[in-house]
């Protein structure tokens, strides 16, 4: 009767489910035309920069998939707003695109390579997800770092795996049960109104891999 689509599509798949006529809703994704319900993505990219600038970190790296998705592309966007209005020049050097190979740590590896090489390394770490950002943390422990001391790293959506990583993983928590009962409700209660866009809030949660106290 109607149609959740949870993640990314390629817009060609979108626009082949659309010609079946059903009702759809986008969750976790944003596209003109189509009623979606997304994370605050852009929230949560300047909540997490924010963070590791009042940790005193200088030199913030972000670590990002392709930003054709919306909802990097919008962690990015916050990345950029609170560097901004920390007065901290953006550096391209510290925006890294993880390379997309067949084994993810390696591909986050050779992200990490490049940033740890540079004249001035970074300090600091945004990871666009928690997966990226725990495959950055063993690549800097393997390579005999402290964390946070020698370099800070910051999540996004909260996984299990976060909590229990050692050190404990900060990030910024997604309730993806709100996401998800946000795009039936849209289904249920209004299928046929034009389209609309819901964006549900999101946390900072600080742990030990980005603080020293």
């Given at each position: 009767d109607a149609i959740v689509c949870a993640g990314?599509?390629?817009p060609e798949?979108?626009?082949?489910?659309?010609?079946?006529?059903?009702?759809?809703?986008?969750?976790?994704?944003?596209?003109?035309?189509?009623?979606?319900?997304?994370?605050?993505?852009?929230r949560g990219g300047?909540?997490?920069?924010?963070?590791?600038?009042?940790?005193?970190?200088?030199?913030?790296?972000?670590?990002?998939?392709?930003?054709?998705?919306?909802?990097?592309?919008?962690?990015?966007?916050?990345?950029?707003?609170?560097?901004?209005e920390a007065k901290v020049l953006a550096d391209p050097d510290l925006e890294v695109i993880v390379p997309a190979v067949d084994d993810g740590d390696e591909g986050v590896a050779e992200a990490m390579r490049s940033l740890l090489s540079l004249p001035k390394r970074a300090d600091a770490v945004f990871c666009y997800n928690d997966s990226t950002a725990l495959s950055a943390m063993k690549y800097c422990l393997n390579e005999g770092m402290k964390i946070p001391h020698d370099i800070a790293i910051v999540g996004?959506?909260?996984?299990a795996a976060a909590a229990a990583a050692i050190p404990p993983l900060s990030t910024v928590r997604v309730d993806k049960?709100?996401?998800g009962r946000a795009g039936v409700e849209l289904l249920l209660?209004?299928?046929?109104?034009?389209?609309?866009?819901?964006?549900?809030?999101?946390?900072?949660?600080?742990r030990e891999s980005s603080c020293d106290d």
């Amino acid at each position: 009767d109607a149609i959740v689509c949870a993640g990314f599509f390629e817009p060609e798949v979108l626009a082949a489910l659309q010609q079946i006529g059903k009702p759809m809703v986008l969750v976790d994704m944003d596209r003109r035309g189509f009623t979606s319900v997304n994370p605050d993505n852009m929230r949560g990219g300047y909540l997490a920069t924010q963070h590791l600038l009042r940790c005193g970190r200088k030199r913030i790296a972000m670590l990002s998939g392709s930003l054709a998705h919306y909802s990097i592309q919008q962690r990015n966007r916050g990345f950029r707003q609170a560097l901004f209005e920390a007065k901290v020049l953006a550096d391209p050097d510290l925006e890294v695109i993880v390379p997309a190979v067949d084994d993810g740590d390696e591909g986050v590896a050779e992200a990490m390579r490049s940033l740890l090489s540079l004249p001035k390394r970074a300090d600091a770490v945004f990871c666009y997800n928690d997966s990226t950002a725990l495959s950055a943390m063993k690549y800097c422990l393997n390579e005999g770092m402290k964390i946070p001391h020698d370099i800070a790293i910051v999540g996004f959506a909260d996984i299990a795996a976060a909590a229990a990583a050692i050190p404990p993983l900060s990030t910024v928590r997604v309730d993806k049960e709100a996401l998800g009962r946000a795009g039936v409700e849209l289904l249920l209660h209004a299928p046929d109104e034009s389209p609309s866009h819901i964006t549900v809030p999101v946390q900072m949660i600080v742990r030990e891999s980005s603080c020293d106290d």
